[in-house]
């Protein structure tokens, strides 16, 4: 399987931190820095996208200015004509970043109220996996809606595709181990769970290879 490099990244920054890191990106990033309406998420953004391209000029040996930065179709952030793969996630004023040779997707979340996780688990997760949700009762029912929450996150970042996708045929639960495999889209993925401090959930999923002839979902 291919290595994964991981890091974590705080957004907080002093000013003179700030003003030296927007030297790093490029006039689409700046413009985009430049519409956010508070200091904050403006300041989180500019170290965030600098820190990314940084560890990724470092990783390839490149120059972090240059580095071309391209989206796909649903969002997904790539690296133009490389074969390297990345992800990043934020959540407030933390972030992860994952760097590999395979399809890989991050995701980090801070457990917090959620008026609709019913909803939404209704829409998004499967059957054993509402089951499994629903067995508890608050606060811990909302802990189990962000664990299954990233590792669907996780799954569709890797994948390159995006939440609209059906998600309920995937079951990333698999008798609640920390890694698990599975089925999606013709492919085989491994996701797994990653140690964060308390308050927080985070995963990270990475492509296989693909399932000659099986596009079914399974855990195996």
């Known amino acids: 399987m291919h290595a994964v490099r991981l890091w974590r990244v705080e957004l907080d920054r ?16 700046r413009a985009r820095a430049a519409s956010f309406r508070y200091d904050c998420d403006r300041n989180r953004f500019v170290v965030g996208r600098a820190i990314l391209r940084l560890l990724l000029a470092a990783d390839g040996n490149e120059d972090p200015e240059v580095l071309r930065l391209q989206t796909n ?28 040779g395979a399809p890989l ?3 980090l979340e801070r457990v917090r109220p959620v008026a609709e996780k019913e909803r939404i688990a209704e829409q998004v997760f499967g059957h054993h996996e509402r089951a499994w949700m629903r067995a ?16 669907k996150e ?5 994948a390159g595709r995006g939440l609209s996708e059906d998600l309920r045929r995937f079951d990333t639960l698999c008798d609640q181990r920390t ?9 085989r993925w491994q996701i797994s769970d990653l140690c964060y401090p308390r308050g927080h959930f ?13 596009s079914s979902e399974r855990c195996d």
């Open 179 to 187: 890694l698990v495999e599975i089925a999606a889209w013709g492919d």
């Open 73 to 100: 179709a649903y969002g997904k952030p790539e690296l133009a004509a490389n074969r390297r793969h990345f992800n990043f996630s934020r959540s407030g004023g933390s972030a992860l970043l994952a760097i590999g």
């Open 14 to 29: 002093p000013p003179e931190d700030v003003a030296r890191l927007s030297d790093v990106l490029d006039p689409p990033e």
């Open 154 to 158: 996780a799954l569709v970042k890797a």
């Open 202 to 214: 985070a995963a990270l999923a990475i492509h296989l290879g693909e399932v000659p002839g099986h």
């Open 136 to 151: 508890v009762t608050d606060p811990e029912r909302t802990a189990r809606f962000f664990q299954l929450w990233t590792r």
């Open 105 to 107: 997707g991050i995701d």
